[in-house]
């Protein structure tokens, strides 16, 4: 009588298993890791060069801690009596240009994401084929004219208000989310279509909500050239242009140094250098403190809209 062995293949199938598994989490911490200095030691080494003497920085000594600490470079920065209009503005564009793109990405996305909508496939068509050709920078510069927006808050708003890109991850988002039982159950309930948007959908959508208020936040504050392109009066430049004319009010004009000028030279360029990296922080410091609230809304949001798209 031959005798069948249970029992034995299944717990080595289980020790093996669970063999793979561990050296695949291995791997992954391993990578994670990397990614993590290959970001963060950059990052850590600009906020210290903005810390440190302009010797130290120009002759590459500093790593992720300051060396020789002092304050000089934002001492500068913050001395130019126009920086906080610059903050000023930016915020108020900011603040307003992304409400405005959050409420019409929304009023654009859902009716998309309805198969009820009649059309909707060439509506998709047409957005998409945006994504692939514009008019330019002549055409827009003339339209924005023609529309009188030169030189107002307008001009940074109406141009950009929304995102195809973000359109189809919203709309991927409500139709991955919402299920069509909770709208034929509200229909039934006689809920009508805009309640069902303000009651339902936007309460079950607040990782995509975060997620579309982080990408046009960064995108207003950062906003350099339209602002250059389309404003023309001080008092409405965003900080970015501030920054800019900082930089470049720093620069060095070699043809006036004369030979006795040597030191003072080296005094400025060093100067010059730190500010790079202050100018760098200034204008990144809100997008730090906001960035931790949202990151978790970020990568679920981001990943649904590319999975299911």
């Not at 005798?3 to 093996?16: D, E, H, L």
């Not at 409420?103 to 998309?112: G, K, N, Q, S």
């Not at 919203?170 to 299920?179: N, R, V």
Request: glycine share 6%.
């Amino acid at each position: 009588m031959v005798k069948v062995r249970t029992g034995r293949p299944a717990k080595n199938s289980r020790i093996k298993s669970k063999g793979i598994d561990l050296v695949f989490d291995i791997l992954v911490y391993v990578i994670a890791l990397l990614a993590l200095i290959i970001v963060a030691f950059p990052l850590m080494n600009v906020i210290s060069c903005s810390f440190s003497s302009g010797k130290m920085v120009q002759t590459g000594q500093v790593g992720i801690f300051p060396k020789e600490f002092n304050l000089e470079a934002y001492e500068m920065v913050y001395g130019y009596s126009d920086i906080w209009v610059g903050y000023r503005n930016t915020i108020y564009y900011t603040f307003v240009g992304t409400f405005l793109n959050v409420v019409f990405t929304i009023l654009m996305a859902y009716p998309l994401s309805r198969k009820d909508l009649k059309g909707r496939g060439a509506v998709m068509k047409l957005l998409v084929f945006t994504m692939m050709f514009s008019g330019g920078l002549i055409p827009n510069y003339m339209l924005v004219k023609n529309l009188h927006l030169i030189n107002t808050a307008w001009s940074l708003w109406l141009p950009g208000l929304i995102s195809v890109y973000n359109v189809i991850v919203m709309k991927t988002f409500f139709q991955s989310t919402i299920p069509d039982e909770l709208l034929e159950a509200a229909q039934i309930d006689g809920c009508t279509n805009r309640r069902f948007l303000w009651s339902v959908v936007l309460p079950l959508s607040k990782t995509i909500l975060a997620v579309m208020i982080l990408l046009y936040a960064i995108g207003h504050w950062n906003n350099y050239f339209s602002a250059m392109l389309y404003l023309n009066e001080e008092k409405k430049y965003p900080l970015q242009i501030f920054l800019r004319d900082i930089l470049i009010s720093s620069q060095i004009d070699m043809t006036s140094l004369s030979g006795t000028g040597v030191q003072e030279m080296m005094k400025r360029l060093e100067m010059q250098i730190l500010m790079k990296y202050a100018l760098i922080v200034v204008s990144s410091v809100p997008v730090f403190i906001m960035y931790p609230f949202v990151q978790k809304y970020l990568v679920k949001g981001v990943m649904i809209g590319s999975v299911k798209g």
